[in-house]
């Protein structure tokens, strides 16, 4: 895809904004949609452990994230929704400003359990309804086990099932919008085909060893908006991986720009109209992830970031 071709997001202004305790928080772009308000950048928890996500969150927040991303599958909405709910109890945001996503996880596929799959995610977040909510994958496994081990475990519901019974959520205003995850551009049109209410994003693994530029193209070419994530390379689990933040030309581009791996790294989405998720449990980090709206990336650093291409997939469904 020609990278030319997409409005790039939040342009040259670091907006500072002054809340109303004078405290400086980072004004974050929002992509749009009917009924819909993205913010570009969202806090990301997955492998953020029970004892530290709440406070990350809360930090999070107050720095100016809006967007927090989570799912029944990290085991932790329940901490999650308490640093959102501290965040409400102190008057730093209300509710409306805050762009909660959670995640229907492979094992409620089946239409009658994906109610119970959100009632679950609601209860432990501790919150009425979330902004967004995502198919977190198209195949469904047959529960109690959260994990297929054979092949007897996956269940054959489909997908296409699945999004309808997903369009009563928020029939019942316990979602406000959907989306899904994982999907390759098959999978979106056969939703995209059969939807009475629009996916209105597409949340998948991107960065420069995963480009996947033909992706990108038929999801922007159909208005389905593209967040990126595991942008740093995931939390790496195996000494081997290839350590993105490292990447040599990343970084060069980062020196260049007097901006470190990381925000390089959030910035090559934002540039071309990808919304990201930056995981991060470490206050520095949650703020420092926040500084991507005061420079741009050219087009040469984009194109340069694409070539580092290497088909390499940090998050395995293994
Ligand atoms: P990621 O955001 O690419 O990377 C997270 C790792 O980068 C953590 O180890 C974090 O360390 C580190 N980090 C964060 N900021 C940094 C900085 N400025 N400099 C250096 N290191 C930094 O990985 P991810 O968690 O896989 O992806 C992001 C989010 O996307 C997830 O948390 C989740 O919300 C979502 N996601 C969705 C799916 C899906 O199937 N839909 C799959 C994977 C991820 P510390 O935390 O120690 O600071």
Redesign the pocket.
């Known amino acids: 895809m020609g990278s030319e071709s997409v409005q790039p997001v939040g342009r040259c202004c670091f907006c500072l904004l002054a809340d109303d305790r004078g405290n400086m928080t980072v004004n974050i772009p929002t992509l749009l949609r009917p009924g819909v308000r993205l913010p570009v950048l969202g806090l990301?928890?997955?492998?953020?452990k029970p004892n530290e996500v709440s406070t990350a969150v809360r930090v999070a927040i107050g720095a100016g994230y809006r967007h927090i991303?989570?799912?029944w599958n990290y085991g932790n909405e329940t901490e999650v929704g308490q640093g959102v709910r501290d965040a409400l109890r102190d008057g730093t945001v209300e509710r409306k400003e805050l762009f909660i996503v959670t995640?229907l996880w492979c094992t409620f596929h089946r239409p009658e359990d994906v109610k119970l799959g959100i009632a679950d995610s609601l209860n432990k977040l501790g919150l009425d309804y979330v902004d967004m909510y995502?198919m977190?994958?198209p195949q469904g496994f047959k529960g109690p086990k959260i994990r297929p081990t054979s092949d007897s475990d996956y269940d054959d519901t489909d997908y296409v099932h699945t999004w309808k019974a997903m369009e009563s959520l928020v029939d019942e205003g316990l979602a406000r919008s959907l989306g899904v995850?994982?999907f390759n551009s098959q999978q979106v049109d056969r939703v995209l085909q059969a939807c009475r209410i629009k996916p209105v994003v597409n949340?998948v693994?991107l960065h420069p060893y995963l480009p996947q530029l033909d992706l990108i193209k038929y999801c922007q070419s159909k208005d389905v908006i593209l967040t990126a994530?595991?942008?740093?390379?995931?939390?790496p689990e195996v000494g081997n991986e290839p350590r993105l933040?490292e990447d040599p030309v990343v970084v060069a581009i980062g020196k260049r720009h007097r901006k470190?791996p990381?925000q390089v790294l959030l910035r090559y989405h934002l540039e071309r109209g990808i919304s990201v998720?930056?995981?991060?449990?470490?206050p520095t980090?949650i703020r420092?992830?926040l500084e991507v709206f005061d420079f741009r990336l050219t087009e040469d650093d984009i194109r340069t970031l694409n070539s580092l291409d290497r088909n390499h997939r940090?998050?395995t469904w293994q």
């Open positions: 990301g928890t997955w492998k953020s991303d989570t799912a995640k995502l977190h994958g995850s994982n949340q693994e994530y595991s942008p740093f390379g995931s939390t933040l470190s990381a998720l930056a995981k991060s449990i470490t980090r420092q992830n940090y998050v």
